[in-house]
C-alpha cells in the first residue's frame, strides 16, 4: 500500500514542478490545485500504516540523517574521531556541541543518502573502531558533566568477520556497560531504523524516544523471517509478529515517548520533524536535570530491569 501511495505522491510532486516551471494560465492554476489536493487526500491515508510500511517508511533513502539533525538543532558543534587504538569508523558520527547554550555530546549512527555515501558510511552499521569511538566520547562526556544525546539509526552492527576479529562484540558490550553507569542524563532517540546490539549500545538511556514511523527490533524482519520459517520473503509477516513499531514498544514499556512525524513519514517535511524532536529532547533533558549523578544512574538500571516484567512485579522493586 504504502509503496503505491509514495509513487502516486512522487508523480504528482513531478507534475506540480512542471507547472510550475511553465508559463502559468487559468487552467494551470487549477490543475495545480487539483493536484494539491490530491497529493493532501493521499498523505492523509498514510495516517493507518501496517508495520511493513513503518519499516520501509524508517528505512528511506530521503529520511533526516544525523548530520541533518545536528544541523538543525545544535550549535558550534565540533566532531571527533578515532578510537584512540588507531582506528576510524565514520559510520558513528560524534562528538560535542551546544544545545540551547549547554554543552553536550552528540553520538548517533551515520547513514549516508546516495549510494556512494551509504558504501563510505557501510549503510549506517558501524565495526567495533565505531563503538570505541562512542564509548571513548562517552567517558569524556562523564568525565565533564555533559548530557550525552545518542541517535540511533542502523540495521545493526557491521557483519564482517574483520569485525568480529577486531573486537566487535567486545565493543558493544563496553559501550552497554558504560551506559549503564554514566551520572549524566541520556536521551536516545530512534530516528530510523534500530536494529540488534548495534542499534542498543547507543540505547541504554534514561529516556528512550521513537520517531513515530521508525522500528527497533532484535534483528531485522527477513532475518527473523529467514530463521523462523526459512524465507525471507515473508518479511511484511515477521513484522507483523515482532513488535517493532514505536506504538508497540510505547505499550510494551521498552520506550519513553513517540516523536510526531508529518503524514507521509519525516522526509516529507524535514523542518516538522526537527521542530518536534528539539521540543522532546528540550523537555526531557530539563526533566532529567533534576535528578543527581546516583538517581540518573540508578533510574536508568531500574528502567532496564523492569523491562518485559509483568506491571504487579515491577510495582514492587
Known amino acids: 500500500m504504502l509503496k503505491e501511495i509514495e509513487a502516486k505522491i512522487n508523480e504528482i510532486d513531478q507534475e506540480l514542478t512542471d507547472l510550475h ?26 495516517a ?9 517508511l524508517a528505512r528511506n533513502q530521503k529520511r533526516p540523517r544525523i548530520k541533518d539533525y545536528i544541523d538543525a538543532l545544535f550549535q558550534d558543534f565540533f566532531e571527533m574521531r578515532g578510537d584512540r587504538l588507531g582506528g576510524e569508523d565514520c559510520s558513528i558520527l560524534g562528538g ?3 544545545y540551547k547554550g549547554r554543552p553536550v555530546t552528540v553520538i548517533g549512527h551515520r547513514k549516508g543518502k546516495n549510494l556512494s555515501e551509504n558504501m563510505t558510511f557501510r549503510f549506517g552499521m558501524p565495526g567495533p573502531e565505531g563503538y570505541r569511538k562512542a564509548l571513548r566520547l ?28 577486531n573486537g566487535q562484540s567486545v565493543a558493544i558490550a563496553r559501550c552497554l556497560a558504560e551506559m549503564s553507569t554514566l551520572t549524566v542524563p541520556v536521551v536516545a532517540i530512534v530516528t530510523g ?30 532475518g527473523f523471517a529467514a530463521i523462523l520459517w526459512k524465507d525471507a520473503s515473508r518479511s511484511p509477516e515477521a513484522c507483523d509478529m515482532m513488535k517493532l513499531t514505536a506504538q508497540d514498544l510505547l505499550q510494551l514499556g521498552v520506550i519513553d515517548g513517540i516523536i ?11 523542518r516538522a520533524v526537527f521542530a518536534s524532536v528539539d521540543a522532546a529532547l528540550s523537555r526531557h533533558l530539563i526533566e532529567l536535570s533534576g535528578f543527581s549523578g546516583e538517581e540518573l544512574a540508578s533510574q536508568r538500571y531500574q528502567k532496564f530491569r523492569a523491562i518485559g516484567r509483568p506491571d504487579s512485579e515491577k510495582e514492587h522493586t
Not at 201 to 207: D, E, F, I, K, T
Not at 260 to 270: K, M, N, T
Open 21 to 46: 516551471v511553465k508559463p502559468g494560465g487559468p487552467m494551470r492554476t487549477l490543475r495545480s490545485f487539483q493536484l494539491q489536493r490530491e497529493r493532501r487526500e493521499l498523505l492523509k491515508s498514510c
Open 48 to 56: 493507518d500504516l501496517c508495520a511493513s510500511d513503518k519499516v520501509s
Open 96 to 98: 560535542i556541541a551546544l
Open 138 to 165: 562517552m567517558k569524556q562526556a562523564q568525565k565533564f558533566g555533559r548530557p550525552v544525546i545518542t541517535m540511533i539509526d542502523t540495521p545493526g552492527a557491521y557483519p564482517g568477520i574483520e569485525a568480529e576479529a
Open 193 to 222: 531504523e534500530g536494529g540488534s546490539g548495534g542499534a542498543l549500545a547507543l540505547g541504554v538511556a534514561n529516556r528512550v524516544l521513537m520517531l513515530e514511523h521508525s522500528v527497533y527490533s532484535v534483528l531485522s524482519p527477513e
Open 260 to 270: 510526531p512525524e508529518p503524514p507521509g513519514g519525516a522526509h516529507r517535511d524535514p
